[in-house]
């Protein structure tokens, strides 16, 4: 029966129509070519992309802090300068704490975001404090200087600050109106000269608001200020900003842009903290807004180098002292305006180079270390390795 079928189908040729339910030849070569769809592999997550926007508003940041820096020695009897450096003081650290803010958002008390926030931010704390007292004591001529981790000098306050506002996240994820809550906190700040010195804690009190409103901004807050006509209106808000910044050099005390000093501590009535606390806090906001609009969204020939915008802040610091403690700062044509131009590009392309992949290789054992030996391994990450085997 089967030899018979089979002289039928050929007998019929070509245009005869397969049986109902039968597989053609050529589905039978596809099926055979054709590869099974292999199951997903839950423990490879996709690597996450960075935004570029983000790093190029870090990076255009740094630079900014790095340069303000560089005009310290300079700024003194100069009025442009001193504008420049009342404006960019006025802006440059509440981006960047803003942007802190917003990428501390998921933060909770969970093992491994410890461990990071440890070693990623604890750890460079206390080999950068020592390190810039020793550099003191060798380069500064200050060989008494006492070691504290207490008391943050110069660049270092920033990292112990973050500390305390990542530790506190869940707090202001918790309440219901966390930006009024933290500018009350500022305020109040301003008004309280016993607090003191130990750990900081006046900046990071009075910075915190622009933490906590990171905390509170959402992705489509930055794409608003990614829009032709955010660009266009922050033109005059920058402008704006320097025109203020030059009328106020003769009429106030730069110092206010530290936020390190209670109104009392600057020689002024108590009331005058909380009145400069929300008005830097609304000038701070605009210009940050302002600098934002004009922040690349693209990817530029700088874009990577926000990733190492840590490296750059604390490295530049030895560069900076080390220049003044040496006195080169007093040579006569650096106080013209080409020196100090020069200064300026100096510092621009010093604070680049050390957010360079080749620095951060070097330093990373310091800044970012792994230090698996120091913490216990938790449950958790435990049954995920013993799932992966």
């Known amino acids: 029966m089967f030899h ?160 305390i506002w990542r530790l506190t996240t869940p707090i202001w994820r918790l309440v219901r109106w966390p930006v009024p809550l933290a500018i009350l906190i500022a305020m109040l700040a301003s008004v309280s000269p016993d607090i003191g010195d130990d750990l900081d804690l006046q900046r990071v009190l009075q910075f915190l608001p622009f933490f906590v409103i990171g905390l509170s901004l959402k992705p489509e807050h930055f794409e608003a200020l990614r829009g032709r006509t955010a660009r266009l209106v922050a033109v005059p808000v920058l402008l704006a900003g320097l025109a203020v910044a030059w009328w106020a050099v003769p009429r106030m005390n730069a110092t206010w842009f530290y936020h390190r000093d209670s109104a009392q501590e600057l020689g002024m009535p108590w009331w005058c903290g909380p009145v400069m606390v929300l008005a830097l806090l609304g000038c701070s906001l605009l210009l940050t807004a302002g600098f934002f609009a004009w922040v690349p969204g693209r990817t530029m020939w700088f874009t990577t180098l926000g990733a190492g915008t840590l490296y750059g802040y604390l490295l530049h610091g030895f560069f900076v002292k080390a220049a003044d403690y040496r006195g080169w700062y007093d040579h006569a044509w650096l106080h013209r305006p080409l020196g100090e131009v020069s200064v300026t590009l100096a510092a621009g392309v010093l604070v680049t180079a050390l957010c360079s992949p080749p620095v951060r290789k070097v330093f990373r054992f310091v800044m970012e270390p792994e230090m698996t030996w120091a913490f216990k391994r938790d449950a958790a990450t435990l049954a995920r390795e013993r799932a992966r085997a």
């Open 4 to 163: 018979a079928a089979s002289s039928s189908a050929r007998a019929t040729g070509p245009s005869s129509a397969p049986q109902q339910g039968a597989p053609t030849a050529q589905a039978q070569s596809a099926a055979q070519v054709v590869p099974r769809p292999r199951a997903p592999q839950p423990d490879k997550p996709p690597a996450k992309q960075r935004d570029a926007f983000f790093d190029n508003a870090k990076y255009l940041a740094i630079v900014l802090v790095a340069m303000g820096h560089s005009w310290e020695p300079l700024k003194s009897g100069h009025r442009t300068l001193e504008a420049a450096y009342m404006f960019v003081y006025a802006f440059h650290m509440p981006a960047f704490i803003l942007i802190s803010g917003y990428f501390s958002r998921n933060f909770d008390m969970r093992p491994d975001r410890l461990r990071r926030l440890l070693t990623g931010v604890v750890v460079p704390y206390v080999v950068f404090e020592t390190g810039y007292v020793l550099f003191k004591r060798a380069v500064g001529g200050d060989p008494d200087l006492a070691i504290s981790l207490l008391d943050p000098w110069y660049l270092t306050w920033f990292l112990i600050a973050l500390f």
